[in-house]
């Protein structure tokens, strides 16, 4: 069971998400929380699996809630809900620590498979906002869609990050490079701490920006 925080400032929306995040497909609502500030408390208080954030909310947004809640030890991934026209809050709730971003008219299987990706250690970054995310976050001068070698990562590991890329669970690398999901782990840890890489979220903006995932794929 994934229990969960549900961080949005309209009930109705709330309301929407538990109908959908339901016991019987394996989660539990722990809080339903109005602002940012109530979540932050919230989150010492239920400790939770995820927490699904909003941003755009009175008094403390989205995105301050994020960061405050992935800066203490321990801290449950935070997964972004947005809007098409929220492009300027998206490089902030990556760098506040954002483990993905879906949007709120997924589909409700879409928004279940986010939720289980982030509580399973993983990304999600949904494929409408990719262009946006890479856009606001892309460091000047990379080239892009041009493979970039580097000397820091080795073969297999320069792979794992292709597959992150591409929105790969560490089960799906493991199956596509022959290895259990324990050596995969391994693999993720050495290139986050080559990379200086906070998350998989940051990884997958790495991969993009350093040509070894196809922006048109």
């Not at 799906?172 to 290139?191: C, D, M, P, Q, R």
Request: with cysteine; hydrophobic share 50%.
């Amino acid at each position: 069971m994934i229990r969960l925080i549900l961080v949005d400032d309209q009930a109705l929306v709330r309301a929407g998400l538990a109908r959908i995040l339901r016991e019987k497909d394996g989660f539990e609502v722990a809080a339903e929380c109005e602002d940012g500030a109530a979540a932050i408390e919230a989150v010492g208080r239920c400790h939770p699996d995820v927490v699904v954030m909003d941003v755009r909310m009175k008094g403390v947004d989205g995105v301050e809630a994020t960061r405050r809640i992935r800066a203490k030890q321990e801290s449950p991934p935070v997964l972004i809900l947005t809007t098409f026209d929220d492009d300027e809050v998206l490089s902030a709730a990556l760098r506040a620590g954002a483990s993905g971003f879906v949007l709120k008219d997924a589909t409700a299987e879409d928004l279940m498979r986010a939720v289980r990706a982030v509580a399973a250690g993983d990304g999600w970054l949904d494929p409408a906002v990719t262009g946006r995310v890479l856009a606001a976050y892309r460091s000047p001068g990379l080239p892009v869609g041009r493979a970039m070698v580097t000397d820091e990562l080795t073969a297999r590991e320069a792979e794992v990050v292709r597959l992150i890329g591409r929105g790969a669970t560490n089960a799906e690398i493991g199956e596509a490079l022959f290895v259990s999901e324990g050596t995969v782990k391994t693999h993720i840890g050495h290139v986050f701490a080559k990379l200086g890489l906070r998350d998989r979220a940051a990884a997958i903006v790495w991969a993009f920006d350093h040509g070894l995932v196809n922006p048109q794929s």
